[in-house]
């Protein structure tokens, strides 16, 4: 089935030790999606890519960092996490912003 | 300025009974809106979506109503069920084609 992969499902990181979160794709979206959720609140854009284009959102923090190297794979870099970091990660794709959202099933992400 | 909010933080229904989840917006512009749900543990899952040129559209088990004249959102779950139990949230996008998701209800199912 074509869908949206996350790994790993769950990630320990140290304070300040840098650490990446994957996403892949079978579905073949132009768009790929990096969201932050924290307990109890909706999804947060962090940034986006339509095809090669990034777009930033204005209040994402310096410290996230995002690539995406083809069309199937994104990646989500936290250079120097810190405890307001924790939270669940989750990668999403859409065929263009015109359409709806499949999200993957999210990077739960602890900072110790 | 752009705000997607709900009513209710917590929903509790009985099983077989039918659920109304209510949402509403600000931005009279917006033109496309959308209906998750996610269960503990798990991704948003698309449910239903709606654009602003219709007021009714139906899915399986699952209706979502838009009321542009007062911004009110509602979906309305038929014969609610164990597994329908999770956070729904409503979300409306905005005129830079992002979504703005609402708080999200927690929807209870009573046994």
């Known amino acids: 089935d074509a869908m949206v992969i996350q790994n790993p499902r769950y990630q320990v990181t140290q304070f300040g030790k840098p650490v990446t979160l994957s996403c892949s794709q079978t579905?073949?979206?132009?768009?790929m999606y990096w969201y932050q959720q924290k307990s109890s609140q909706a999804p947060k854009l962090l940034f986006h890519?339509?095809?090669?284009?990034?777009?930033n959102e204005a209040d994402t923090p310096d410290n996230f960092q995002s690539r995406r190297p083809n069309t199937s794979f994104c990646f989500l870099d936290i250079r120097s996490p810190g405890l307001g970091d924790a939270a669940m990660y989750l990668c999403?794709?859409?065929?263009?912003?015109?359409?709806?959202?499949?999200f993957g099933p999210g990077t739960r992400l602890t900072v110790t | 300025g752009e705000n997607v909010g709900l009513h209710l933080p917590t929903l509790s229904v009985q099983e077989g009974d039918n659920s109304i989840i209510n949402c509403a917006y600000s931005n009279s512009a917006s033109d496309y809106f959308i209906w998750y749900k996610q269960e503990s543990g798990k991704g948003p899952q698309f449910i239903i979506d709606?654009?602003?040129n219709m007021d009714k559209r139906q899915g399986q088990r699952v209706t979502v109503l838009l009321n542009k004249t007062v911004k009110h959102l509602s979906l309305q779950i038929a014969a609610t069920q164990p597994g329908d139990s999770a956070v729904y949230f409503c979300?409306?996008?905005?005129?830079?084609?992002?979504?703005?998701w609402g708080a999200g209800t927690k929807l209870i199912i009573k046994p």
């Open positions: 709606i654009r602003s």
């Open positions: 579905l073949n979206h132009n768009v």
């Open positions: 890519y339509y095809d090669k284009d990034f777009n």
């Open positions: 999403a794709t859409s065929p263009g912003t015109f359409y709806e959202q499949y």
């Open positions: 979300a409306e996008r905005a005129s830079n084609y992002q979504l703005i």
